[in-house]
């Protein structure tokens, strides 16, 4: 069974997934966050806590703070705002429970005026997706994002298209054993995301799946 779990809905083991650069921006929210090189961030589990912690998503090997959750108690399904290091919303969203998917919008900054993501997720016994549907500000492309995997393992890939049709895994979520008793919180796990993608995307996709998950 545990072997069977190393294995993904695309294809292929877990840990020989390498990512690819982007040929092309990937981006959702702004610009800036599209970086020209891979980076590997640090999330916890229930970001949103109930404890009214603040929290900061950093960089795993340097320390440097993208994002923060500035403390504050959360209700499942209220609003959930995503800031930089400065303090400036970046986007939002808002669970709608809808049958047995959860479907809801992403918005830029702390307001509900422009719509930027559309997004679904959904869990089976072992398995977790969340796709996510936007248009490219950078380019004006449609996107189609695909997260799957083992959500409670934090054994996942996000995809740019669908896996089964040559999908690019362009992130990895994952809680490496060797490093979670010192690098990690005990609910801590990382994110490791390609060049050329949109970093607060990657973020969002990631919160949005776990608020999902304490549903």
Avoid at 24 to 51: D, G, H, M, Q
Avoid at 209 to 215: I, K, N, T
């Amino acid at each position: 069974m545990f072997k069977a779990l190393n294995k993904l809905v695309g294809g292929g083991d877990f840990n020989e997934i390498q990512l690819q650069p982007s040929a092309e921006p990937i981006c959702a929210t702004e610009p800036r966050f599209c970086l020209p090189n891979s980076v590997t961030l640090r999330l916890r589990e229930k970001f949103f806590s109930l404890s009214g912690d603040d929290f900061k998503i950093s960089c795993a090997t340097t320390g440097t703070p993208y994002f923060q959750c500035q403390g504050k108690l959360f209700s499942l399904r209220e609003k959930k705002v995503i800031r930089d290091n400065a303090g400036v919303p970046v986007a939002n969203f808002k669970e709608q429970l809808i049958s047995f998917t959860d479907k809801f919008n992403v918005y830029a900054g702390d307001s509900s005026d422009k719509n930027i993501c559309k997004c679904s997720a959904s869990f089976t016994f072992v398995r977790a997706k969340l796709t996510s549907v936007f248009e490219d500000v950078m380019t004006g492309k449609s996107r189609r994002l695909i997260l799957k995997g083992d959500w409670r393992d934090k054994r996942c890939v996000i995809y740019w298209g669908e896996p089964k049709q040559g999908g690019v895994p362009i992130a990895k979520i994952f809680r490496p054993l060797s490093v979670r008793s010192h690098l990690l919180e005990t609910d801590g796990y990382l994110l490791e995301i390609a060049p050329g993608v949109d970093i607060a995307l990657m973020v969002i996709m990631c919160i949005a799946l776990d608020e999902h998950a304490r549903d």
